[in-house]
């Protein structure tokens, strides 16, 4: 009786460690690509899907880090006869452009919800999780966003976390390793249980929107969130507006900043097929990725704030620490100073956007900051 005891609980204890080194492996960093939603919504089809990829693997992209293609809502038709959820018109042959997606060197990501209803109205995951997630691995799927919505209806809050994890051990019986990404707006203080149930990145926050307000609202609010990010779980303050026209270019690199100064996802949300050469350099800056990227995987922190005046920092893993210097008003000069970043002495910084070595410094550093605007830096012994 003993070993069958100690069988059944080294089982487990197996099963818990495989379930943890895949959640790694699925995204060792914050994801990065595209996603239909913040400029299709429920108007994207499957060659919206497919310019996005071309698009992706032919303006430098892909070479950034951009993998993802991810559809959001709108995709589902219903199901057959068999309960098989089938795309609609729009879409067509799903595993096909799952496939047109890989010949690119990319990575296909859907969209669902645990209720019986998408967001807009479509056909939901509630009751077939199973099957959806095996379909999802017969398609080709490598990430799967899934939103909480009409699961409402069908589900008391309470119950979240075992709705969330039904479908992480649905999408672990596939074999397939599928990015798990929970949107929830962060109820129920998701990011202190989002990893136990399967979650590589959950949502902290309600839906952004092409506005200065949204965007900083929600970037800034992530301070205090830092100690619950880490490599295979991210927390995620929501898709990339840069390029859909609703903010000015400074608020733009303030957006870029902050998410790569909190190990945010970056997941473009424009029509690729159509980008300014300036919101381009923003979506393409390979020293504020590399900020995102890094290998360290920690979220940066607020360092400190007077007013509209804020700096964030964030460790890197060659001992640097990337800094941001924001201006939530007029142009004004913000200040960092070294000892907040654990440096004493002489150090060297580097301006990140203007891709320039600035020199030596000693004790602090003062850079004019644009309304609504951003310095980065990375500083260095």
Not at 57 to 75: F, L, P, Q, R, T
Not at 294 to 316: F, I, M, N, T, Y
């Amino acid at each position: 009786m003993r070993m069958r005891i100690f069988v059944g609980l080294f089982a487990l204890f197996l099963i818990s460690v495989y379930s943890v080194q895949a959640q790694t492996t699925a995204a060792p960093s914050p994801p990065m690509g595209w996603n239909s939603w913040n400029h299709f919504a429920c108007k994207v089809t499957a060659a919206d899907v497919r310019g996005a990829a071309n698009a992706i693997a032919s303006n430098g992209m892909k070479d950034a880090g951009y993998i993802y293609v991810n559809v959001d809502d709108c995709w589902q038709a219903g199901r057959d006869e068999q309960g098989r959820i089938v795309p609609n018109r729009n879409f067509g042959d799903m595993k096909a452009l799952a496939d047109y997606v890989h010949s690119k060197g990319l990575k296909f990501g859907i969209y669902s919800s645990p209720g019986p209803e998408t967001c807009a109205g479509f056909t939901g995951s509630y009751q077939h999780e199973e099957q959806d997630a095996q379909t999802y691995a017969e398609w080709g799927v490598d990430y799967l966003k899934y939103d909480w919505c009409s699961a409402s209806q069908v589900y008391p809050v309470s119950q979240i976390r075992e709705v969330y994890e039904k479908m992480h051990q649905a999408l672990q019986k596939t074999g397939r390793p599928i990015v798990f990404s929970l949107c929830e707006y962060g109820w129920d203080l998701v990011w202190r249980w989002g990893k136990d149930v399967g979650g590589n990145l959950w949502r902290t926050t309600g839906d952004i929107q092409d506005r200065y307000e949204s965007m900083s609202t929600i970037g800034f609010g992530q301070a205090g969130l830092e100690a619950f990010a880490g490599p295979g779980h991210w927390n995620d303050p929501d898709m990339l507006e840069i390029g859909n026209g609703g903010m000015r270019h400074d608020e733009y690199i303030t957006h870029m900043t902050l998410w790569c100064l909190l190990a945010a996802p970056l997941l473009a949300g424009n029509d690729l097929t159509h980008v300014t050469p300036e919101d381009s350099a923003i979506l393409l800056n390979k020293e504020a990725i590399a900020v995102d990227q890094d290998a360290k995987g920690l979220q940066g922190h607020r360092v400190s704030a007077e007013g509209p005046l804020e700096v964030w920092a964030k460790p890197l893993a060659d001992g640097s620490v990337a800094v941001g210097l924001f201006s939530r008003a007029g142009a004004f000069p913000v200040k960092v100073n070294f000892k907040d970043l654990g440096f004493t002495g002489s150090v060297h910084v580097r301006d990140l956007w203007a891709h320039k070595d600035l020199g030596s410094f000693e004790n602090d550093f003062t850079a004019q900051v644009p309304r609504h605007g951003a310095v980065m830096l990375r500083v260095s012994k």
